[in-house]
């Protein structure tokens, strides 16, 4: 049995059984010192050193017992990669009940597919949308027992977690679980590796480190087959366009989407083509069209937050207060707990005092928002706290405030 294994599995199964090295030392009437360097590494452990360790801890625990069979890591391997082409395809789905009869297996857990088994149990909980964070420390520290490909998705599923915290050093996460995928190429799973850089990228308003994955993205998804993938990265495209300021390419990419997949009975492409088609009328301040493209996506049940944005502020710059209030009132009921829909709030919070004509209190939620926002860059409210503010001392005559945030909007945009 591979040795680093059989040591770092023996330093495990000691530490989550709380056993001194002393008593293990003793049941095999060895040294502490020999023990501890097998642990460490600086004395060869045997395979009858190893086995004698677990038959100490089967008569420890009569509940315990480890199986032999190094199939299983091979088996384990296996599945980690049909669980990389599940990804790929978008069909985490079909691979929820081979892992649970894996999982369920305890066989598959007290065996030299230990670590693999740990890592499988992590994927398994993603794909199901649950917390997975909880296994990386045991597996970061143990990664130099992994085979390539188990490696990469460690390290994609770790970029992954990041990006749900908002941490921009995903990106690094990613750029390591890429180099690994070179070792043992599975067809569209670089090519998905860069899918998550680019959203990456989009989320921190890097559009132009976005732009240069595309074509090596799409060739790679391409020769997978994954056409589901291929539908993600068009309308991460159109979103690319967008926060290059280039609104009639996304626009162009929309409504082809929309000629093609128009009459598809697909809830969750029509909806996020509605969604993000009806973001970009709202920022050319076409915004009646805006509206209806954004209830079209609701009507395909789209859940994603910013288009109650789409639809109070339109409203809103439609002279609709009635209509914006509904919205904001919409929204506030959902009682949702994510933390980007907890940000959408705020904005609309501070729309409804200046609707509501609350100006003390529009005043002071609008300047608490606008440095929060700084860390919500992807949100792209800001240009329109601006406006808002702008157009509110305006109507104040206050022209030392009106003056001072047309300055910060100036120096917001660049300019």
């Known amino acids: 049995m591979n040795n680093l294994f059989m040591r770092a599995y023996s330093k495990w199964i000691r530490d989550a059984f709380y056993i001194g090295q002393s008593e ?36 420890k625990k009569g509940s315990y017992s480890f199986c032999f069979d190094e199939k299983r890591r091979a088996e384990a391997n296996g599945l980690i990669r049909k669980c990389i082409g599940a990804f790929v395809y978008r069909d985490q789905k079909t691979m929820l009940p081979i892992l649970k009869e894996y999982l369920m297996d305890e066989k598959n857990w007290h065996c030299p597919a230990f670590f693999e088994t740990n890592l499988l149990q992590m994927i398994y909980e993603y794909f199901c949308d649950l917390s997975f964070q909880e296994r990386f420390s045991l597996l970061f520290d143990h990664e130099y027992l992994f085979d390539p490909s188990a490696r990469s998705i460690l390290h994609d599923l770790y970029g992954l977690s990041k990006l749900r915290k908002y941490d921009e050093s995903a990106i690094h996460s990613f750029q390591t679980a890429k180099a690994l995928s070179v070792f043992q190429p599975i067809p ?38 994954s056409h589901r993938r291929l539908l993600d990265l068009q309308l991460n495209e159109a979103q690319c366009f967008m926060k290059l300021g280039l609104r009639e390419e996304a626009d162009t990419i929309y409504q082809t989407m929309l000629q093609t997949y128009g009459q598809v009975d697909d809830d969750s492409v029509l909806k996020e083509i509605y969604g993000n088609y009806a973001w970009n009328q709202l920022m050319q301040r076409n915004d009646i069209f805006a509206i209806e493209l954004a209830k079209k996506a609701i009507q395909f049940h789209a859940t994603f937050p910013d288009i109650y944005i789409t639809l109070a502020y339109s409203n809103y710059r439609l002279d609709r207060a009635e209509e914006a209030l ?27 005092s200046l609707l509501l004509e609350r100006k003390k209190t529009f005043e002071r939620k609008a300047t608490q928002l606008l440095p ?28 030392q405030s009106l003056c001072f945030y047309q300055a910060e909007m100036i120096k917001f945009l660049g300019y």
């Open 326 to 352: 509904q919205v904001i009132s919409t929204f506030r009921n959902q009682k949702r707990t994510d933390n980007r829909s907890k940000m959408v709030l705020l904005f609309l919070d501070v729309l409804e």
């Open 372 to 399: 929060r926002l700084q860390n919500w860059k992807d949100l792209e409210v800001d240009i329109f706290v601006y406006l808002m503010l702008i157009d509110h001392y305006a109507n104040l005559q206050d022209w």
């Open 24 to 59: 293990i030392a003793t049941s095999l009437g060895i040294s502490i010192g020999t023990y501890s360097k097998m642990e460490q590494g600086t004395k060869i452990m045997r395979d009858e050193d190893f086995k004698a360790i677990i038959h100490f801890y089967e008569m």
């Open 188 to 225: 569209g799973w670089m090519g998905l590796i860069d899918y998550h850089m680019i959203i990456t990228f989009l989320r921190f308003m890097k559009p132009e480190k976005a732009y240069s994955l595309f074509e090596e993205c799409r060739k790679d998804i391409q020769n997978s087959g």
